[in-house]
Nanobody
Framework: QVQLVESGGGLVQSGGSLRLSCAASGRYTMGWFRQAPGKEREFVAG????????SYADSVRGRFTVSRDNAKNTAYLQMNSLKPEDTAVYYC???????????????WGQGTQVTVSS
């Protein structure tokens, strides 16, 4: 059973920064998703287990950076220039292959709340 443990959410003012972490029990492609109240879960960013694939949603490209430390089996989401519309529960997810859809990911973290105040 793959375990994912997220950390790093919180409350920040508009324009601020947060970094989310996701520790996995193995090495997988890691995706970050978010879900705001009343909205569907949406892809934010993803990174493959090896060199070659990263992907970003248009809404976060240039502001968010996905990275990983394979020695620690940990993925990170650095979020800069945060906006109120970034407010959501953020989830990390693990997959054996790369993809931008929630259906591509079988294993999910517990989610962490990110709230950006205006």
């Amino acid at each position: 059973q793959v375990q994912l443990v997220e950390s790093g959410g919180g409350l920040v003012q508009s324009g601020g920064s947060l970094r989310l972490s996701c520790a996995a029990s193995g090495r997988y492609t890691m995706g970050w998703f978010r879900q705001a109240p009343g909205k569907e879960r949406e892809f934010v960013a993803g990174i493959s287990s090896g060199i070659g694939w990263t992907s970003y949603a248009d809404s976060v490209r240039g502001r968010f950076t996905v990275s990983r430390d394979n020695a620690k089996n940990t993925a990170y989401l650095q979020m800069n220039s945060l906006k109120p519309e970034d407010t959501a529960v953020y989830y990390c997810a693990a997959s054996l292959w790369s993809g931008n859809s929630p259906h591509d990911y079988r294993y999910w973290g517990q989610g962490t709340q990110v709230t950006v105040s205006s």
